[in-house]
């Protein structure tokens, strides 16, 4: 690859750090795929271009990566992942990628925003986590709070 599997784009109104930006979009391109074991990342010059940030801040991104083990420096080479943070299910081709991309359509003519979707995908799942933790673990009916 060319460095041309993602193109980082950072929201520098978002309070989060660009550095954080950067990570964050290599591991959302890991877990559906658009990014696989072997691809080289964009260089930092290639990322300084595209998004007017400081070399030192794409560096810092991908010296966090190489030490969570997801990229390896390669001196004189670039920068290669080394892992794989996909899940069955999550492919550009999968039928629930399908699925959500029908519902973020009908959600945008609804007229919500990247945001609001965002934020009510997150409820959601927070809903369905916390529902299922206490189906897996029901409290006894007159324990306190302090007896588990």
């Not at 784009?9 to 074991?37: C, F, H, M, N, W």
């Not at 009510?120 to 588990?148: F, M």
Request: charge should be neutral; charged fraction near 30%; hydrophobic fraction near 40%.
């Amino acid at each position: 690859m060319e460095g041309d599997v993602v193109e980082y784009r950072i929201d520098r109104g978002s309070g989060v750090p660009a550095y954080v930006q950067i990570v964050e979009q290599t591991e959302r391109a890991l877990r559906i795929g658009t990014l696989k074991v072997g691809d080289k990342l964009p260089t930092a010059r290639q990322v300084v271009a595209a998004t007017a940030i400081n070399p030192d801040t794409v560096l810092r991104a991908y010296r966090d990566m190489e030490h969570a083990g997801l990229v390896e420096l390669r001196r004189g080479l670039g920068t290669f992942v080394t892992r794989s943070l996909a899940r069955p299910g999550a492919e550009d081709d999968s039928p629930l990628r399908a699925d959500i991309t029908a519902w973020t359509a009908r959600a945008r003519a609804a007229g919500l925003e990247r945001a609001d979707i965002l934020a009510l995908v997150t409820a959601t799942v927070d809903a369905y986590d916390n529902e299922q933790t206490t189906q897996r673990h029901p409290r006894r009916p007159g324990a306190e709070k302090n007896d588990v």
